[in-house]
């Protein structure tokens, strides 16, 4: 089983343009989607299209309507009710895919709110595989609350992965020694963040990315899957690490395509494959959704690992 949090969710509405966005101009929207989302959401609904069992944990309104539309998706919640306002994301994607994201805050959660979080998080991680932390933390929310959490889910028996950036994402890292997750997954710009490295550089430079990603795992994270957009991906572990190269895809959203990546390396290990497996079940996800609008989660039948082409990358010795 595999739990999500979500702390900061989010009704996410991504419109799609005809053309190329261009500012101060009137555009005409040629499709849109709406749904109740948020990253550890759309894992969630990745785990139920894979029959892989899977509780939500978020906060919600007190005019909820979130658990109802996840309920209808036939995903098991545990909501916590608070008195603020749901927020609304608006991502943009232009026709040769390029996303542009709008994100609001989110409402302002009290200590009373983030504790019910926590017990209700830890209390559905006895018994389960993974727990997964992702996404923004709400106004409110201590910037290592995330750290204080993973060393709180230490005893439940479960692993956590953890997918967060900007502040949360730095406050963590300042406290692996005793808050190391056994995944994280950065994407090349929440690596550099971490490193003071070019995101760019790292995208375009597999070498780069893994011995930046290996600091983490030196300093004890178990794995870290850094996404390299188009490029694909890497990964490194204590026992090495690999690169992947996606299959060729025409893209038409990069939303939750990132989600889709950590739930096929979730769905891989699940299986109990092999880290190059894992990392090739990562890849096709995130490709798969990729090509899909909005923030759809792809069908078993729309992803193919067999098309990813994965390579042990050589790193220099440590120190």
Not at 68 to 83: K, M, Q, S, T
Not at 191 to 200: E, K, Q, R, V
Not at 259 to 286: K, N, T
């Amino acid at each position: 089983m595999i739990v999500t949090l979500t702390p900061n969710p989010s009704h996410d509405r991504t419109v799609s343009l005809g053309g190329p966005l261009t500012r101060g101009d009137v555009l005409r929207a040629v499709g849109s989607t709406r749904q109740a989302g948020g990253k550890g959401v759309n894992i969630s609904r990745a785990c139920l299209g894979a029959g892989v069992p899977t509780v939500a944990v978020l906060p919600v309104p007190s005019d909820d309507t979130f658990t109802p539309e996840l309920a209808a998706a036939g995903i098991v919640c545990h909501p916590v009710v608070h008195d603020g306002a749901a927020r609304v994301n608006i991502a943009i994607t232009e026709p040769d895919g390029t996303t542009t994201k709008i994100n609001s805050a989110g409402p302002h959660l009290g200590e009373s709110v983030l504790a019910s979080l926590s017990a209700a998080v830890v209390a559905a991680a006895r018994g389960a595989d993974w727990v997964v932390l992702a996404g923004s933390l709400p106004p409110g929310a201590p910037e290592d609350w995330y750290a204080t959490l993973v060393a709180a889910l230490r005893g439940t028996g479960a692993r956590v992965a953890v997918d967060t950036s900007d502040a949360p994402l730095r406050a963590l890292v300042d406290r692996l020694d005793v808050a190391a997750p056994d995944l994280m997954k950065p994407n090349a710009e929440e690596l550099a963040s971490l490193t003071g490295a070019d995101p760019d550089a790292l995208e375009s430079d597999v070498a780069a990315a893994a011995a930046a990603a290996r600091v983490l795992v030196e300093r004890g994270v178990g794995a870290v899957l850094a996404t390299l957009g188009g490029r694909g991906a890497v990964l490194v572990d204590a026992d090495g690490a690999w690169r992947a190269i996606p299959p060729p895809t025409t893209v038409v959203s990069t939303v939750g395509a990132g989600d889709s990546s950590l739930f096929g390396y979730l769905l891989g290990d699940l299986r109990g494959h092999g880290p190059a497996e894992r990392l090739a079940s990562a890849v096709a996800h995130g490709s798969a959704a990729a090509g899909l609008p909005g923030s759809t989660v792809p069908g078993a039948d729309e992803v193919h690992p067999e098309l990813v082409t994965v390579d042990p990358v050589s790193l220099a010795p440590a120190g």
